[in-house]
């Protein structure tokens, strides 16, 4: 894949920038005086709730005490990152009450927060919208099932926002919002930190990374700050057959980030960056169970029965995103307020090439090919190129006055380019002979041919909004808030299809909405340590246009349940909470209750036989529970934590279909998919002395309840899949049974370590210390006629990390 050009500056001006700034910190360190090297002392650990104190977060768009922000949230720091082990966003999950990522394979995780989803969002499904935020800063970085998976180094922390976000962060917040806060250049600052990191996974292949980040001043007025990394990821996944092989599923991670704060008067503060990643992968880590290619019930090639962590291939997989942000934040001190505009420009190039041999072999038996067509190699490559430009201007007042407000207006315009091509060499010679010469010409429609299934999806989106809050401390103890947002959106899609396996489709679709989303929030200061918050905010999704069937490979009862659904409208909720926040010496304790009530959720379903997704709108359901995050010190040497959430999410509708017959599992009372109904980690941490050397161990405990991937995984469970396909010997009525409910599972992670002299800092892990298998999502193709398995976790993990900061 070729790189544009501004990735190419990056990537090149990255390595230079690093090698120029190491080599002037060390000219800073050498210049320190050799006195205050020999009487620098190892710090002591501080208390939990005394670090806790000092978070400072951003979620309300202006510098807040975590401990006065008036809603759920969660803030990871750097050194809750670093101990923790956490190089995903689904590690750092497991810390974070109400979180929950189901896990899809490399660079498509979903996330949901307290409940609010919608179900399983595939690689074809570019339509659909995301319903957690996911912000890098101040920009956006969420799209849908392709949230760039950032890597966690030189981060300040993550701030995990619970409940819709719509009022200051718009569509797609829905649930919440995530935000990497990155460690900005620091004027007047020469510093840096090296980390190097090595492990290896049972029964798999090893990792490991180096990482660098560097900061350098230029001059009085500006400083520069250089980050660099590049992670490989161990494989534990085996692949039988033709494209098989060892660990297919390992991949690499390389990126790097260059910014610059500039303060060219005391008024003014100026911080341009720009941030290139390359994530790549060799496979995925899917543990099937039955494939066209190799099961139990064939008799001319000998039957295969999958045992952990295997797969079958004709041809190897693989997964690419390239990611560039180039963004410029300006901000100008006016004394009693603050002006900041925030520009932002994002490209991305994503490509899923699927070893999609069973799905076009599966279709290659109903059309009756021979046994040689049917064992063809074919390959589905999702691409995705997008180009988002974002403009946000907003106002804020200052000082402590009993009155604060917030206005802005924010606009973006995204073009994604979406297509799909199905190469398989050799196809168009057995779809002649079948059905006539010409055939494959015919149905083309003007793309490539050998290639069964193609389409291409330009959509253009365009948003502008207009924002406010307002804070008013009534008295010393209680103060109210008010929001709104004014929202505009238009979206215009085209598609167009052909192959033998598509409609022929030429449609052109639009979708506009409009609307005002507002927010109230109250916090009562019971004490100088107990504060109480209540909140009603509303959220909202964006609609849309589903693709059409691929009706070539529908049954007729799939043609004629999922063919009437072409549209979903706008999905919105109401979020009511209460919640507590206390800080005292020694403990630190939050907590929430809340219940969400959806209008219109947008739910995820499989098509049956026609190798298609569709959206359905759920007139109601609902989400409510509790969470709990607590830190305690009962001594100067041992600190307890625990983050945990009860959610109970169903829905409130039946849909049917046209024959009266309860659709895709959606029944009053069926729960929402891919949520737990409790999740907690526990942890234990303690702080001692090692040969004077400031050391600590700790063990977590982390527990996920059960979930389905889909709403129609809980209707006729365990489910038999008829396979109906007579070939290499199956019997058409073959049929594999499978449990889909994806069963709770517990992890255990270790960890060690220790502070040296001079920066220096090492330690020791094992994460799923019991090495515990764990289901993470059921995926089938074709509607489980052509393939059935699971996406699996990683097995246990040993490594060391030796870190060095100067």
């Known amino acids: ?30 210049a320190k005086p050799a006195e205050k090297a020999a009487t ?151 510093e840096g930190t090296i980390e190097t990191n090595i492990n290896k996974i049972t029964d798999g292949s090893t990792g490991g990374g180096v990482k660098a980040a560097v900061n350098m001043p230029l001059g009085d007025t500006m400083a520069m700050r250089v980050v660099g990394y590049h992670t490989k990821f161990g494989g534990w996944t085996d692949a039988l057959g033709p494209g098989g092989g060892s660990d297919v599923n390992q991949g690499e991670r390389t990126g790097g980030r260059l910014s610059f704060t500039f303060k060219p008067t005391r008024d003014v503060t100026i911080t341009p960056r720009v941030i290139s990643q390359r ?49 410029a934040t300006i901000k100008i001190d006016y004394g009693t307020w603050d002006l900041t505009s925030v520009t932002t420009k994002t490209e991305r190039d994503i490509l899923v090439s699927r070893d999609a041999s069973a799905l076009t072999g599966s279709v290659s038996v109903d059309l009756g090919f021979p046994t040689a067509g049917v064992n063809l190699p074919s390959r589905l490559n999702d691409t995705t190129d997008l ?76 948003q502008k909004a207009l924002f406010g809050e307002i804070n008013y401390e009534v008295n010393k103890q209680l103060t109210a808030t008010a929001g709104g947002r004014f929202y505009d959106y238009e979206e215009e899609r085209t598609f167009k299809s052909g192959g033998l396996f598509s409609d022929g489709n030429n449609n052109f679709d639009k979708t506009s909405s409009d609307g005002f989303n507002p927010r109230f929030l109250l916090a009562y200061k019971a004490s100088d340590r107990v504060t109480f918050n ?42 009511y909470e209460v919640g507590v926040k206390m800080q005292r010496p020694g403990l630190s304790f939050n907590a929430a209750a809340f219940y969400t009530k959806m209008t219109d959720l947008q739910v995820t379903l499989d098509a049956g036989s026609c190798s298609s997704r569709v959206v359905f709108n759920v007139p109601k359901a609902h989400s409510s529970g509790i969470e709990v995050e607590m830190t305690a010190r009962p001594t100067g040497n041992i600190e307890l934590t625990l983050a945990g959430a009860a959610v109970k999410s169903e829905f409130d509708s039946t849909v049917r279909d046209g024959t009266g017959a309860v659709l895709g599992g959606i029944r009053q009372g069926n729960r929402l998919p891919s949520v737990p109904k409790l999740s907690f980690t526990a942890s234990f941490t303690y702080y001692f002395s090692l040969a004077g050397r400031e050391s600590y161990i700790t063990a977590s405990a982390q527990h996920v309840g059960s979930r389905f991937t889909q709403p129609s995984d809980q209707e006729n469970n365990p489910r038999t899949f008829t396979h109906g396909l007579a070939f290499l010997g199956a019997p058409a009525n073959a049929s594999t049974t499978v449990n889909l409910e994806l069963p709770k599972y517990n992890l255990v992670n270790l960890s060690a370590g220790m502070d040296f002299e001079r920066g220096f800092s090492a330690t020791f892990y094992i994460n799923n210390a019991t090495d515990e298998k764990a289901l993470l999502s059921f995926d089938r193709e074709r509607g489980g006629r052509a393939r059935l398995g699971f996406a699996t976790n990683q097995p246990r993990t040993i490594g060391v990390t030796l870190r060095k900061t100067f």
């Open 534 to 575: 209540a909140q009603a905010s509303k959220g909202f999704r964006l609609g849309g246009v589903n693709d059409p069937l691929n009706i070539p490979l529908c049954t007729a009862q799939d043609r004629a349940i999922f063919g009437g659904y072409q549209r979903f409208s706008d999905e919105s909720l109401w979020n």
């Open 40 to 190: 620098e002392q190892p710090v002591s650990a501080k208390t939990g709730p005394e670090v806790i104190e000092r978070i400072v977060v951003t979620a309300t768009k202006r510098e807040t005490s975590l401990r006065d922000v008036p809603f759920s949230i969660n803030a990871q720091t750097e050194e809750d990152i670093r101990k923790s082990g956490a190089v995903t966003l689904e590690d750092l999950s497991r810390n974070v009450a109400g979180l929950a990522i189901q896990n899809l394979g490399p660079g498509q995780s979903q996330v949901a927060i307290r409940g609010v989803s919608s179900g399983q969002i595939v690689r074809d499904q570019p339509g659909v919208k995301e319903q957690v935020g996911v912000y890098l800063d101040e920009t956006a970085i969420s799209l849908s099932l392709f949230t760039p998976d950032l890597d966690l180094f030189d981060l300040k922390r993550v701030e995990t926002l619970r409940g819709p976000q719509g009022t200051l962060y718009g569509s797609g917040n829905i649930g919440g919002t995530i935000r990497y806060i990155t460690t900005e250049a620091k004027i007047g600052v020469s």
């Open 279 to 327: 994530v790549t992968a060799e496979g995925f880590n899917r543990q099937e169970v039955y494939n066209l290619y190799g099961n139990r019930f064939t008799t001319t090639v000998p039957p295969i029965t999958f045992g952990e962590n295997q797969q079958y291939l004709l041809q190897r997989e693989k997964f690419k995103d390239s990611t560039t942000i180039a963004d």
């Open 1 to 30: 894949m070729k790189l544009r050009p501004l990735t190419k500056a990056v990537l090149l001006a990255i390595p230079s920038g690093l090698a120029l700034s190491v080599a002037h910190v060390a000219n800073a360190q050498e």
């Open 387 to 462: 180009k988002s430009v974002t403009q946000e201007l907003r106002i804020g007042s200052k000082g402590k006055g009993a009155l604060q407000w917030l206005v802005g207006a924010f606009f973006s315009e995204t073009d994604r380019k979406y297509a799909q091509r199905l190469p398989t060499p050799g196809y168009d010679a057995f779809t002649d002979a079948r059905f006539g010469a010409g055939t494959s010409a015919a149905v083309a429609n003007g793309f490539p041919l050998n290639s069964p299934y193609n389409a291409d999806l330009p959509y253009n989106l365009t």
